[in-house]
């Protein structure tokens, strides 16, 4: 900046010393003297002060020369006009070569940046690809959704599936599928060519057939004409496990591990699924331990909660996997079973009766359930509430039905009467007050 300022002082001060040397100089060596001046000045302007610089550069020499018309005034005015023209036009045409070489230096400059961030990006995407603790690995895809050969894989990835890098580069994702829905693989990918990313989970085999539950982020990019996909594959055992664990926590008794309240009620319309789908009558039996406050209260909490552990797994060595078997709460337990002829109520009384009893023997006490039960279909099974009602004033009327007898633990005792109901009938009562031996 400095120096374009020096420079147009000097330029004008140069005019300047041209018209006042024109009094005393010939006419021809002004001529000759005053050609550079100009040409210099419109130069320097176009140059390093764009097109005003270089006319008023001009215009001072102008005035230089109308200064000098003491003779051959036309001479001078005709001069003067060629070397504006030509100082006008150099200055022009070297102000475009500037913007030109400017705009070209910016392009060049864009250009250069664009590179050296692809590099880096590049950089990242291979520290980031081959670094990650997590699967990664690149895919093709074909235009009707089918998964190709992988095109890169790294390390986690191999460690995770069992393969070295050249064999995987040989395999298609499918070998490594486990999904546990059938066509998962090939919906995701129709749906990547639709939306382009998706995250799901999902299920991978290694090559020594161990699976691991994963969560999927995949991508779809084209690459010079090529669709690939990158997926990023993150091993979620210990998740699973967590959320294992937290649901049978919220589903599930801590002290027997049967299902606990709730989580009979959410069973419970699975069960009712099943029962329709096979067109089975259900017996539902509710039943609770006979005396128990008595084993609490004399025997204490922690015989009491051995009571409760050997019934549980009375209830589930009798009945089977398929059944739902649940403590409701405190010594009540619910029973729902389906299918003939294990579904008929006496055969389920006398089955609990014989097994209870043979726990009692080993706690040494005297154990019995009471119990009710209702026969229905899987109708009767939509309303839960309903049919738990009923199974429970039937219980609690083969409380009130038997005689009075010992508590828990005593020598003798007398049997429960077992109520039960089909199709939603009325409890039944003892015929006369009979009771069984």
């Known amino acids: 900046m400095l120096r374009h300022a020096r420079a147009t002082r000097i330029v004008i001060a140069a005019a300047l010393v041209l018209g006042v040397a024109g009094f005393f100089l010939p006419s021809e060596v002004l001529e000759v003297l005053g050609l550079p001046v100009i040409v210099a000045g ?107 050969r992988f095109v890169a894989v790294n390390d986690a990835a191999c460690v995770m599936f069992g393969y070295t890098r050249e064999e995987l580069l040989g395999l298609t994702p499918r070998v490594i599928d486990a999904s546990p829905e059938p066509g998962q693989l090939r919906r995701t990918m129709q749906r990547l060519l639709v939306e382009e990313r998706t995250v799901y989970e999902s299920v991978r085999r290694g090559r020594d057939g161990k699976t691991v539950p994963v969560e999927i982020s995949s991508s779809l990019s084209d690459v010079d004409g090529d669709l690939l996909v990158l997926s990023i594959s993150r091993d979620i055992t210990g998740r699973k496990e967590t959320e294992q664990r937290l649901e049978r926590l919220t589903l599930h008794d801590d002290l027997t591990g049967l299902l606990n309240r709730r989580g009979f009620y959410v069973m419970m319309p699975e069960h009712a699924k099943r029962a329709r789908r096979a067109g089975a009558s259900v017996s539902l039996l509710y039943c609770d331990i006979d005396d ?40 009540e337990f619910c029973i729902v079973a389906s299918g003939e002829p294990d579904c008929d109520p006496a055969v389920l009384q ?54 009075l007898r010992p508590a828990v633990g005593a020598p003798e005792r007398q049997k429960a009467f077992r109520g039960h109901d089909r199709d939603g009938g009325e409890p039944r009562r003892p015929a006369g007050g009979d009771e069984t031996t």
């Open 292 to 331: 128990f406050k008595h084993v609490n209260d004399s025997l204490g909490h922690q015989r009491g909660d051995e009571v409760l552990t050997a019934v549980a797994d009375v209830l589930r060595e009798t009945f089977r996997e398929t059944d739902l078997i649940a403590r409701i709460g405190g010594d």
């Open 42 to 148: 419109a130069f320097y302007g176009g140059l390093r002060g764009g097109v005003l610089t270089a006319l008023w550069f001009m215009l001072v020499a102008s005035l230089a020369f109308f200064v000098l018309g003491k003779s051959g005034a036309d001479d001078y005015a005709a001069t003067l006009v060629g070397f504006i023209v030509v100082g006008a036009a150099l200055g022009a045409g070297v102000e475009q070569l500037r913007h030109e070489r400017l705009r070209l230096q910016d392009v060049i400059d864009v250009v250069e940046r664009a590179k050296q961030q692809l590099s880096a990006s590049q950089r990242r995407y291979r520290l980031l690809f081959e670094v990650s603790n997590d699967a990664v690995y690149l895919h093709g895809l074909d235009g009707a959704g089918e998964p190709t």
């Open 350 to 403: 006398r089955r609990l009766d014989e097994a209870v009893a043979a726990a009692g023997v080993s706690l040494g006490l005297e154990l019995s359930l009471s119990q009710g039960t209702v026969v229905t279909d899987w109708r009767g099974l939509e309303d839960p509430d309903e049919v738990l009602t009923r199974a429970d004033m039937l219980m609690y009327e083969a409380k009130r039905t038997r005689h």
